[in-house]
C-alpha cells in the first residue's frame, strides 16, 4: 500500500476547465471488465463524486503499479521497483496505478482538472477538501467519492469510498485494483471530501511556467532571502507560475539545501526546496539572462524527452532512482556502456548514459541514435 514519494519530483499540472456532469473520458484500454460490486453503494454524493466512483471502479482489475498513474496527464503508466519489496520488482512491466495515481485519475475523469496531483500525503492535505473527517468518527458521516487515509505522521495509502461498508483501492504490488471492505483500524488517519467544482487554475502569466509546490505554511518573500518580508503563505501543496530562477541566499529546510529561488508571476520569490522538481527547475531561465552552465568533466549536452524519467545509481531499472525529471530537460553524459535490456514507450535499447553526477540513464530517453555518437565508452 506504498504509494509514490513525489516531494524531490516535479509534476506540472494542466488545469483543463470542464463541468462536473461533462461526459467520461475514454475508458483506459487496460480495464477489465467493471466488477459490478464496485459502484456508488450509499446515497448522498454529489454527481462529481458519483463520476469519480464510476471512473475508479472502470479500473477495477487492472494492475497496482508502483508510481504508476503519475504521468503528465493522470491515467494508467508503467510503474518501477520500490527498491525494497520483491513483489515490485516487475512493476515497471505492469501498466497500472498505485493508491494515489488511481485517485488522480478518478477525479480528472469526474471534473477535467487535475486536482490531486500528488503523493497520498499530498492529497490527505489538499487543498481541494471541502470536509475533513478524523479517524474517530468511522464511516458514519462518509458518502461514496470520500478519499479514506491510512499514515501515522506521514500519510501512506489512500482509497475511495463507496458506501455499504466498502471502498475501492490500488492496494499493493503484485495486486489488482479491487473492492474491499473498509478498514478504520491500525493507521487509520480519516478522510477528506474532494470540493465538488474544484477551483480552475489560471494559466501561467507573462510566459510563465506551472509547478506544484510541496509542503505546508510555505511562504514566498519580497526578495529571494527568508529574512525578506513574507508576501503569501500557501496552507498547502498548490500551482504556481514561475517567471526565472536564480542563485541567491542558501536555505535548509525539511533536510534539503539549496541556493537556488524562484520568481513567481506576482513577483515575489520562494525557494526551490518547496517546489516539486530538481534542485534547478528544468527549462527555467535564469533570472539575470545568465548562460547555462557548460558541460563539465569532459561530458556533453544531450536533451532528454519524455516525462517521469529517472535516473539511477546502477545501469538498471531496479537499482535505486537518483533523481527524477517530470519535463524534458538537459543533461551532461560523460560516457555510456550496455548493460540492461530496457523496452519502454516502444523502443528496446540495452545502452546506458553515466551522467556526470554519477547516475545512469537509458538512452531511449536521451534525443539521438541508440548509441549516442561521440561519447566515449565507459
Known amino acids: 500500500m506504498r504509494t509514490l514519494n513525489l516531494i524531490t519530483p516535479a509534476r506540472t499540472l494542466a488545469a483543463v476547465a470542464a463541468l462536473a456532469t461533462a461526459p467520461l473520458l475514454p475508458v483506459t484500454a487496460h480495464a477489465a471488465a467493471q466488477d459490478t460490486s464496485c459502484g456508488v453503494l450509499a446515497s448522498g454524493a ?112 489512500v482509497a475511495m469510498y463507496l458506501g455499504a461498508g466498502q471502498m475501492v483501492e490500488a492496494y499493493e504490488s503484485g495486486t489488482h485494483i ?60 498548490t500551482q504556481i507560475s514561475v517567471q526565472c530562477q536564480e542563485h541567491a541566499e542558501e536555505v535548509s529546510a525539511e533536510g534539503y539545501t539549496n541556493d537556488i529561488w524562484a520568481k513567481l508571476a506576482d513577483g515575489s520569490w520562494m525557494t526551490n526546496i518547496y517546489i516539486k522538481g530538481p534542485a534547478e527547475l528544468p527549462g527555467i531561465p535564469d533570472c539575470g539572462g545568465d548562460s547555462p552552465t557548460p558541460p563539465s568533466g569532459g561530458s556533453t549536452a544531450f536533451q532528454t524527452w ?33 548493460a540492461q535490456t530496457v523496452t519502454a514507450e516502444g523502443y528496446t535499447n540495452d545502452a546506458w548514459s553515466k551522467l556526470t553526477n554519477g547516475a545512469w540513464m537509458t538512452n531511449i530517453y536521451l534525443k539521438g541514435p541508440a548509441w549516442l555518437p561521440g561519447v566515449a565508452t565507459c
Open 46 to 157: 454529489s454527481a462529481t463524486a458519483q463520476a469519480a466512483v464510476a471512473a475508479a471502479c472502470s479500473q477495477i482489475g487492472v494492475w497496482y503499479s508502483w508510481g504508476g498513474g503519475h504521468g503528465a496527464t493522470p491515467g494508467a503508466t508503467y510503474g518501477y521497483y520500490d527498491g525494497s519489496d520483491p513483489d515490485s520488482l516487475h512493476d515497471n512491466e505492469r501498466m497500472g496505478f498505485d493508491c494515489s495515481g488511481l485517485m488522480r485519475y478518478a477525479y480528472y475523469r469526474a471534473t477535467g482538472r487535475d486536482l490531486l496531483n500528488g503523493t497520498a500525503d499530498d492529497q490527505f492535505h489538499s487543498p481541494q477538501a471541502s470536509a475533513r473527517f478524523s479517524a474517530g468518527q468511522g464511516t458514519a458521516p462518509l458518502v461514496p467519492g470520500d478519499l479514506m487515509f491510512w499514515g501515522s505522521g506521514y500519510i501512506h495509502h
Open 178 to 237: 479491487r473492492v474491499t471492505p473498509v478498514r478504520t483500524g491500525g493507521d487509520y488517519a480519516g478522510a477528506i471530501r474532494i470540493n465538488p467544482t474544484g477551483t480552475p487554475v489560471p494559466p501561467p502569466a507573462n510566459g510563465g511556467s506551472t509547478f506544484q509546490t510541496w509542503g505546508t505554511g510555505v511562504h514566498t518573500h519580497s526578495t529571494p532571502s527568508v529574512h525578506a518580508p513574507v508576501v503569501d503563505t500557501f496552507a498547502g501543496p
Open 306 to 338: 519524455g516525462t517521469g524519467v529517472r535516473t539511477h545509481s546502477q545501469p538498471n531499472v531496479n537499482a535505486g532512482v537518483v533523481d527524477y525529471f517530470a519535463q524534458p530537460t538537459t543533461v551532461n553524459v560523460v560516457c555510456q556502456a550496455h
